[in-house]
Each structure stands twice: as C-alpha cells, then as structure tokens.
C-alpha cells in the first residue's frame, strides 16, 4: 500500500514571495505523482501530474514540481505567488499498475498575505 | 472539456432521511466515477468505486447498505446517503475517471455538502 505525507498543515507566505509545499510518499512499486489544488467550497482541480520523463513538471499557472525518486519526494514550488493562490493543496499517489485508486495527502493550506 | 456536475451542491436533512447526490460527467464518458468523503481540514477518503453496469467496490469499513451506489450510464453516478445521522454530515466528492495515456486522470466534482440535523 502507498501513503502520502504533506507536513505542513498550514503555509502562510507574503503576496510575490516563493513558497514550497512539500510531499512526501511511500510505495513499494513505481508511482504516478499529482498536485490538486482545492478553492473554498469546491471540488479539487488537477493543478500538475507526474507520470514518467522529465523529472520537473510545470502547471499553466506557475507551479512546477519536481519527482525526486531518492527522496520519494514530490515538492510543489513557485517563484512568486499570488493572492488567487490561497486554496487547499492536496498531493496524490497511484500505482502505475492498473491500479486506478488516488492516496491523498492530508492537505497544506497556502494562505497568501497582501 | 472533462467537467464533472454535482447535485445538489448542499443539502440539509433530518436524522433518519435519505439523500441522494448526483455525480454526471457533462462533456465525455465515464466507465468509472469515484465517490469520496472529506471531512473538515481532513484529506479525501476514497468511499467506493462506481463502475457503469456493474456493482460498486466498497472501501473497508464503508457500509454498503448505508451508502448505496448506483451507475445507471456512462454520465451519471448516484450516491444515496440511507438514514442519514449526524455522524453522516460530510463534504461528499465524486470525480469521473479519463483514460489519459499511461494514466488514467480523476476529474472532480465540485461537491456537496450534506448536514443531518
């Protein structure tokens, strides 16, 4: 079984300023890797995947990620954020063997100061 | 493309009632819908696995008989909450599942919120 671990809870971070919202994940097969992004009262919207190639994946909105595989990390950057940013982040993992089940993490929430 | 409705988007209810929620994927067809449960400043916890013309697949500890599941067609999922309790008052997700190349993608509703009064 995988399991996801987000460890921060809660990110506060100045409007322009860089954030990292880190994941951590475990499997004991190969994974595919996901960032959901989730607004007030709304369901999740895939914000970036990694499935296999290039290590360093980027979303139309700024965000990259990077899989790192040593690390079993899956870290969420961006240079310079914004106040349409603050939302709810939840990493994500699947099996790349037909199994189609998401393992969430617990969340991080990106609150963005003016 | 690949939008995922929700009805209702709330609903509130008396202990004891049913409720029923819809999940229809509006501009392609889903062979298979997800139904999850978030409670608040928790994660997602997968519910079921709605396949169209067939029996969903329970999670452990979900109880199939509580929390019926029917996948009429290749757009509309439904999620029946039966006798509801307060225990039962959620944020309920469902997405519909894309064949995307070497993965599969999980589009998702936009959810809703059941309270049982």
């Known amino acids: 079984a995988q399991s996801v671990t987000q460890l921060d809870s809660q990110v506060p971070v100045f409007e322009e300023a860089p954030v990292e919202l880190r994941c951590n994940y475990s499997?004991?097969?190969?994974?595919?890797l996901f960032w959901y992004v989730q607004y007030p009262n709304q369901g999740l919207q895939l914000l970036l995947k990694?499935?296999?190639?290039?290590?360093l994946v980027e979303s139309i909105n700024g965000f990259e990620a990077e899989f790192n595989k040593s690390q079993t990390s899956f870290h969420l950057r961006k240079p310079s954020v914004h106040i349409s940013d603050t939302a709810e982040y939840f990493c994500a993992v699947q099996t790349n063997f037909g199994n189609e089940k998401l393992t969430f993490g617990t969340g991080t929430r990106l609150t963005i100061i003016p | 493309g690949a939008v995922v409705s929700q009805h209702p988007s709330w609903v509130i209810c008396k202990s004891g009632t049913s409720v029923k929620i819809e999940c229809r994927s509006l501009d392609f067809q889903a062979t298979t819908m997800f139904w999850y449960r978030q409670f608040p400043k928790q994660s997602l916890m997968l519910m079921a696995t709605s396949n169209e013309g067939s029996k969903a697949t329970y999670e452990q500890g979900v109880e199939k008989d509580k929390f019926l599941i029917n996948h009429a067609s290749l757009t509309l999922s439904t999620l029946t909450v039966t006798s509801a309790h307060p225990e039962d008052s959620s944020f309920y997700i469902c997405?519909?599942?894309?064949?995307?190349?070497?993965?599969?993608?999980?589009?998702f509703g936009p959810g809703t919120r059941l309270t049982v009064l």
């Open positions: 990694y499935l296999s190639g290039s290590t």
């Open positions: 499997s004991s097969v190969s994974v595919y």
């Open positions: 997405s519909a599942r894309v064949l995307a190349g070497e993965a599969d993608t999980q589009y």
